[in-house]
Structures are given as structure tokens and as C-alpha cells.
């Protein structure tokens, strides 16, 4: 089995900065995109980010030039470096893999159980 897992999330002031870092664990021997999605209350889940294999990247309108995706050098790493945080930014952040080869088989869409980011004004 192929487990996600995050970290980096927490409180910070407004215009600070969180790095968030997602894993992958169990045995696997490839991931295709990775990416970070998050979710606010009350509202659906949202793409913040994503990373190609080949280090091809998307990002939201609203995170455009404050945060920046990246993949570790084993490729079953995923980095959310996010700068000037602003109240808005507040929501529980997810890392996704679109495909996971694992031992004997694919896994799709697979999610990471969230952080929670949350910027004060």
C-alpha cells in the first residue's frame, strides 16, 4: 500500500511564510503528477499547485508568484514553498499523486489525509 504524508502546516501572521513537505511511503516504483490541493470551509477543494514529472508546474490565479511547487530528487517528494500568506490562504492543504505504480499494480488519485494552514490577520 502507498501512503501520502504531509507536513509543515501551522499558524502564521499574515505576509509570513510555511514550507509544506509530502512523502510518499510503502512500495512504489513510480509517481506520475504530484500536486497540492486545499479546501476552506464551506467550500470545495481547490488546486493550488502541480508538478509534472518532467517539472512542468500549474499554479491557481490566487497563489501565482507567493508560492512555488517542487519535487524532491527521488521524485516521491513534493515541496509547497508559500510566501506572503494572506487570511484567504486559510484551508486544510492536500498533496495528491495522480498515479502511483506500486509492487504489483497502479493506484490513481491518491491523497495525502491534509495540514492545516491557518494565516491570522
Known amino acids: 500500500q502507498v501512503q501520502l504524508v504531509e507536513s509543515g502546516g501551522g499558524l502564521v501572521q499574515a505576509g509570513g511564510s510555511l514550507r509544506l513537505s509530502c512523502a510518499a511511503s510503502?512500495?512504489?516504483?513510480?509517481?506520475?503528477?504530484m500536486g497540492w490541493y486545499r479546501q476552506a470551509p464551506g467550500k470545495q477543494r481547490e488546486l493550488v499547485a502541480a508538478?509534472?514529472?518532467?517539472?512542468?508546474?500549474n499554479y491557481a490565479d490566487s497563489v501565482k508568484g507567493r508560492f512555488t511547487i517542487s519535487r524532491g530528487n527521488a521524485l516521491n517528494t513534493v515541496f509547497l514553498q508559500m510566501n506572503s500568506l494572506k487570511p484567504e490562504d486559510t484551508a486544510v492543504y492536500y498533496c495528491?499523486?495522480?498515479?502511483?505504480?506500486?509492487?504489483?499494480?497502479?493506484?490513481?488519485?491518491?491523497w495525502g489525509q491534509g495540514t492545516q494552514v491557518t494565516v491570522s490577520s
Open positions: 495528491n499523486a495522480d498515479r502511483i505504480l506500486g509492487s504489483s499494480s497502479w493506484f490513481d488519485d491518491v
Open positions: 510503502g512500495t512504489f516504483f513510480s509517481i506520475n503528477a
Open positions: 508538478i509534472t514529472r518532467g517539472d512542468s508546474t
